[in-house]
Each structure stands twice: as structure tokens, then as C-alpha cells.
């Protein structure tokens, strides 16, 4: 009984999502009122739990709302003084056809950025530019969140590749080969699922040509790094390596005019570029400078629910880290790509006004939701439900759990919209069960991982990030109709993949 309870919440989110088109606001609202009563009801978990779980569901709001509301900021900043504008024009001069525009900019140059910085970047940055070449919003929204989610594991500069790592215990380079080994599957999977939704089978099969030996160079690429241990770069040189590559087959085959003019307005390229070099810079020197001490945090205590479920003290909860936390990095490349243009002489008060009231518009509903999610979420988690929901899962498919491994990735990014989190959530769930069914427990693990990277895709936290981007706040349910299904596959392919590995091919990796 306490499985259906542990489900409610989750039930009621869905439903109010897919079924009755409730907005996420309103969604978000009825479902932490119902994660709580469970929790209080069925769980054992008091006033004073639910407090502390509520607040940790406040600071990770914090920290992800900073990303939101600084993303938005800067794309209205490019927005309106023009240097989307330029960046648009130029992307028609360097690709013609609009196929491997949507193709290119949402499966991998999305995908670069997830390497970078992450954290719905890639999001609010690819999302305007689809839609400013002219593709419909929710297509744009829908390839963006399906095609990079494939790199979200590698990316961030390997947070969720070391998150795995650590709550495991296992060996980090083996866990390395085996989520290359199965990122391979999601690779293709997105790269299709991207295809499909341009323009159904006919445009899969134009795109097979691209997305084949694209995501060859990019898995012996990815498992060279791994080899020399380069753990923060693998998702940024296997993206970078899939896209050179793309192009390159895309030029070897349309063979479009050589390009000796690039578009300008008052802005150059280079101008229009420059806040995303910035945030490419500061996003790589951050880390090599080990500034960590300058950070910001929350401290939390231990809790045990009635039942007896403990939760542990948190000492650095939510750890917003002044030099290396996106929001700062990108406030910082806002504010020199203004200074630029006023030294070019396109800068006003006006425009900067302009800024800032749409930048709010667009970002309050979206915080408010994220906090009724986010809270859900950890209530959830801090409760036991979460445990309950896996345990009832893995007891009831027995030997033939490798084939439903990968749902308790996706569902731990769908309740948490992080990949680092489902890895902290399911991962050594993961191991553990392996161990007791006598089969591999670094292919589980890469597996797990890969899997909570897929399913950022249905993360509560992206999906407002892609409505905020796209002006399709209030219309999450239709992103969550255009991405679950391509997700949920993607899964199964995963699963089918991990059954072939552990029970009948028994591959061993790492010893």
C-alpha cells in the first residue's frame, strides 16, 4: 500500500500535466500539497521534517533561478540590441539548408554548450535562435530538450560523471567506458528522435547520413579522454568533435559556395558572439583557478522520519559558488556585451529597461512553479517515498530488473530535473542490485547515468527553462507530449541494450 501512496504524487503531476493541460504552475501547486499529506499521513514525517524539506526545496530553487533568470536576461540583452539578429543571418550564410540548421543547432551545438555550463543553458540559448530562423516554438523547444540530453551526463564539466563516481565507489575510469559505451544508444536515439520531429521517416533517413559516423568520431572520441582520464572534458570534446564532424559531411556533400561575406549590422559577428565566448572562457578557467572558497550554502540537520527513515545533516546544501556557478558567469558576459555596445553606440536606457521588464515577465511564474516542483521533489525524497517506489520496483521485476534499470534514471530526472540528482538518488540503488543479482555493476552504473541524462528531458526544471525560452509558459503539457514518448523509448533501447550486456552476453568491465 505504501507503493500507491509513494506514487500519488508523481500520479497527480502527470495527470494534471497530460490529462486535464493544467498549467505547470497550477500542477506544481496540487502536487507538493499532495506529496506532503502523504508524507505526514502514510510516512511519518512531521512539521518539523516537512520544514526542513520545503527548505531545501527553497535552496535549490535559489539555485536554479539564478541560472533562469540571468539566462533570460542575456538572451533579451542579444535579443534587443540586435546580436541575435546577426548570429541568425550568419547561421543561413554557413548552412542553407534548414534540415542541418535544426538538426546541427539542437542535437549539437546544444550539446557543446551542455559541455560547458549546462544547467538549462544550452536551453535558453539554442531555443530563441530556432525560433528566430523560423522554426515553430514547440518543435524548436522539443528538439532542443530530446537532442542534447544525450551530453547532460558528460556535461557541466563532468559534475554528473563525478556525482556517479562518488556515490558508487567504483572504479571512475570503468564507469567511464560503460556510460560512453551505452551514450552510443542515446546518441543515436536523440539524433533520430531530432530528425523525426523536422519531418518525420523522410527526414530520418536523410539524417542517418549525418548522425552515423557523427556519432562514431564522437563515442572514440569521448573514450580517448576517458582514457586519459580528462574527466571535465569528455562531454565538451565529444560534442565539439560531433559538430566539426557534422559540418564537414554536410560540406562534402551539399558542397554549398564558399563564404567571404558574413552578415553585419552596427554589430559583427564577433560582437554578437562575444557574450558566449565569455561565458565559453570563464566556464573553462573557473575551474583551473580552484576558487571553490568563495561560495555561498546551506546547512540543514539530520532527520528520521516515525517510520524510521533517516536523513542525513547537510552542511554545504545547494552550494552556489561565486566563481563557477553559471549565474554569475553569465550576468558577467551580459554586462561586458553591454559595455561593448556602447562602445559601438547601439546602447540606450530604453533598450536596458526593455531588458529588464521582459526579462521579469517571463520569469515569474516560472519561479514559482520550480519551487512547488523542486519541494515536491525532495519532500519525496526526504520522506522515503522515492526509496519505496524503487524497492517495490526491483522486488517486482526480480532477474529481469536490467531491462527496467533505466526508468529509475529517467524517473529520478523527472522528479528532481537533474541528472547529478537521480545519480545521488538511484546510484548506488543500482550498484546494489546488480551485486545482488551476481551481474556487472559498472555497466548498471553507466547505465544509470545515461539514463538520468535522458531524462533531463522530462526534468520540471528544464521543461520550465524551454517554456520561459519560447514564450510557451503556460503550455508545458504540450512539450511533455512532444518529449515523453521519444524518452521513454530511448529508455527501453537502453534497457533491451543493459539485459543483453549483464545477462546474456555477461560482459565483464572493470575487472
Known sequence: MSTLYALLPLTTLLVCLLVLKYPAVRAGALSILVAMVCAFFFFGM???????????????????????????????????????????????????????QFLLLSWLFASVLQGIAGFGVPVIIVVPILIHLGFDPLKSVAAVLLGHSWSVSFGSMGSSFFTIFLVTGLDQQSIGYAMVLFDLVAMLATGVAVAFLYGGFPAVKKALYYILPTAAVMVAVMTLVVYLNLVSLVGLM???????????????????????????????????????????????????????????????????????????????????????????????????????????????????????????????????????????????????????????????????????????????????????NSNVIFGKFQVSVAESLAVNPYIMAG????????????????????????????????????????????????GIINFLLLSVLKVNIGG
Open 46 to 100: 512531521d512539521v518539523y521534517g516537512l520544514s526542513i524539506a520545503v527548505g531545501k526545496g527553497l535552496s535549490l530553487a535559489v539555485y536554479v533561478l539564478l541560472i533562469i533568470w540571468s539566462a533570460i536576461f542575456l538572451y533579451h540583452t542579444v535579443f534587443e540590441f540586435g546580436a541575435i539578429d546577426v548570429i541568425n543571418k550568419n547561421i543561413v550564410i554557413f548552412l542553407k539548408d534548414p534540415f542541418i
Open 447 to 494: 547505465l544509470q547515468s545515461i539514463a538520468g541524462s535522458i531524462g533531463v528531458a522530462l526534468g520540471p526544471t528544464t521543461i520550465l527553462m524551454a517554456a520561459s525560452a519560447s514564450g510557451l509558459t503556460g503550455k508545458e503539457a504540450g512539450i511533455y507530449g512532444k518529449v515523453l514518448k521519444p524518452v521513454l523509448l530511448t529508455a527501453l533501447a537502453l
Open 238 to 420: 565529444g560534442a565539439l568533435s560531433g559538430f566539426v564532424t557534422m559540418y564537414l559531411l554536410y560540406r562534402l556533400k551539399e558542397k554549398p559556395e564558399k563564404v567571404t561575406t558574413l552578415y553585419k549590422s552596427e554589430l559583427t559577428l564577433l560582437d554578437a558572439l562575444l557574450p558566449y565566448i565569455v561565458i565559453i572562457v570563464l566556464s573553462l578557467l573557473f575551474p583551473i583557478l580552484s576558487l571553490d572558497q568563495y561560495h555561498l550554502a546551506f546547512k540543514f540537520p539530520e532527520y528520521t522520519t516515525a517510520l524510521g527513515y533517516f536523513v542525513k545533516a547537510e552542511e554545504a546544501y545547494s552550494k552556489i559558488k561565486l566563481f563557477g556557478h553559471p549565474a554569475p558567469i553569465i550576468l558577467v558576459s551580459a554586462v561586458l556585451a553591454m559595455f561593448r555596445y556602447g562602445c559601438i553606440g547601439v546602447f540606450t536606457k530604453q533598450k536596458l529597461k526593455a531588458v529588464a521588464q521582459k526579462t521579469a515577465t517571463k520569469s515569474i511564474n516560472t519561479s514559482i512553479t520550480l519551487f512547488f516542483l523542486i519541494s515536491m521533489a525532495l519532500v519525496m525524497m526526504d520522506s522515503g517515498m522515492t526509496s519505496t517506489l524503487a524497492g517495490s520496483v526491483a522486488a517486482f521485476t526480480g532477474n529481469v530488473y536490467p531491462l527496467a534499470a533505466p526508468f529509475f534514471g529517467v524517473l529520478g530526472s523527472f522528479i528532481t530535473g537533474s541528472n547529478t
